[in-house]
């Protein structure tokens, strides 16, 4: 068992939390609790205190142990803790059975997370979601709630109940039951319609064919601010967990060719059930990009970044988005030094090492998926009549990128970059040079101007 004494935070006075978690022999306490902490603190919760059971598995009623509970009941009182953190997702027994042993709330891991995104979720979509993830949770404790109420009754029935018990705590219980079932009713038909919405404003950028890019990977990493980096975007890029909830979408140029680049909700290891089908839609984004950048934390252990990248890869598989093409970027760079740098590179040969804060390697990356996309774009001329007027409209409606454009006798003149699909589609209008003489239009069985 730990104690620590909170640091003075400025503004509101943070709750005093005590931490708990059960973990297998063997497993480094200090280090498994780290990330826990940092949740802790991102929800405006100070630890200060920890215990751990090492066991194989947590007990099925209490979470600890029967002796371990004791002790956890003395060093929550000792550490003077206002709310007990547990780093697992409990069952309402186990949740019930800690909050009557200490008088006191008990938050598990999940309800922290959840927590988190309902304070930095902006969008009408990202607290939609929040909210239909948290009652989706809630839905199966809400028992609790009116336990006092269901104490009334006496004795069994035949029914389960007796004489008594099927008073005001019960139809109230199931009247909750009733209007949150409502709600999640409520919340994913308007979740339906926000992603149809969604879904048009991605059917345009797949008809103008522009190369989309989703930022993924662990919470922390450095996402936003690479967006930020190669985009030009102002994203918050707070140092806290889960700082981006709602997806942020941007562009960038490059050689004459736009590149859009989403930045998507970050991972963590045991991700929420409830957020990976809540926030469904979001994680689309990553689901139908053309191109996945998996961005890691390089300045970390190379076990922990192990783990992370295993964490990142497991909802991306849950998702239906692992067969989708990905290219690792090893950001934060800029901590590392030479010797460590030559590691990086040996053991990930394949990835890009930028760092998003000081602008170094981006330029390559950039590069590189130009490199990835290059077969997608044809470099083309067109010769357009001006009585073919509909034809240029056309043409921008693509959004393809126009290079040059110049009115001459014949017409007007254009230099463009097509997606292939589209080449033969603007066929009669190609010429093989740009000096606009109708003579050279490079059509098979097209009449050519004398």
Do not use: C
Request: glycine fraction near 8%; charged fraction near 30%.
């Amino acid at each position: 068992m730990t104690s620590r004494r909170p640091d003075p935070l400025p503004g509101v006075e943070p709750e005093r939390g005590f931490a708990v978690a059960v973990l297998p022999k063997g497993a480094d306490a200090d280090d498994e609790l780290a990330e826990l902490r940092e949740l802790a603190r991102t929800a405006g919760v100070q630890p200060v205190g920890e215990l751990v059971q090492h066991r194989v598995h947590p007990d099925p009623r209490t979470y600890v142990g029967k002796g371990k509970l004791e002790e956890l009941k003395r060093a929550y009182d000792d550490a003077e803790a206002e709310v007990l953190i547990v780093d697992d997702e409990l069952d309402p027994v186990q949740q019930r059975a800690l909050e009557n042993a200490l008088g006191a709330r008990v938050v598990d891991r999940t309800q922290l997370i959840l927590d988190i995104f309902a304070q930095h979720a902006a969008s009408a979509e990202g607290k939609l979601q929040v909210e239909l993830a948290q009652l989706e949770y809630n839905l199966p404790r809400m028992r609790g709630m009116w336990q006092h109420l269901e104490r009334l009754g006496g004795g069994t029935g035949a029914l389960g109940a007796g004489v008594g018990t099927r008073g005001p705590g019960e139809s109230q219980l199931e009247s909750d039951r009733r209007m949150a079932r409502r709600r999640i009713s409520q919340l994913k038909q308007r979740l339906r319609g926000l992603n149809a919405q969604r879904a048009t404003r991605r059917k345009e950028r797949r008809r103008s064919e522009t190369p989309t890019v989703a930022l993924a990977g662990y919470t922390n990493v450095g996402k936003s601010t690479l967006l930020n980096a190669l985009t030009g975007a102002e994203v918050s890029v707070e140092n806290r967990l889960f700082e981006t909830v709602d997806p942020t979408t941007r562009g960038f140029d490059h050689d004459g060719k736009r590149y859009l680049v989403t930045d998507t909700v970050g991972f963590i290891r045991r991700l929420p059930t409830q957020l990976v089908e809540g926030f469904a839609s979001t994680l689309e984004e990553t689901l139908l990009a053309d191109l996945v950048l998996h961005v890691v934390d390089a300045s970390t252990a190379e076990d922990r970044m192990r783990e992370q990248v295993a964490a990142v890869n497991g909802v991306l598989a849950e998702i239906g988005a692992e067969a989708a093409p990905v290219l690792l970027v090893l950001n934060k760079i800029d901590r590392l030094d030479a010797l460590a740098r030559r590691r990086l590179a040996n053991r990930h040969p394949e990835a890009v090492a930028v760092s998003a804060l000081t602008g170094e390697g981006l330029e390559g990356l950039k590069q590189r998926i130009a490199d990835l996309f290059a077969d997608r774009y044809e470099d083309v001329r067109l010769l357009v009549p001006y009585g073919d007027g509909a034809v240029l409209s056309e043409l921008y409606a693509l959004g393809a990128p126009i290079e040059e454009r110049a009115d001459t006798e014949e017409g007007v003149l254009v230099r463009a970059r097509l997606p292939h699909r589209d080449v033969r589609r603007f066929a009669p209008y190609l010429v093989a040079t740009a000096t606009g003489k109708a003579a050279q239009r490079a059509l098979p069985g097209r009449e050519t101007a004398s």
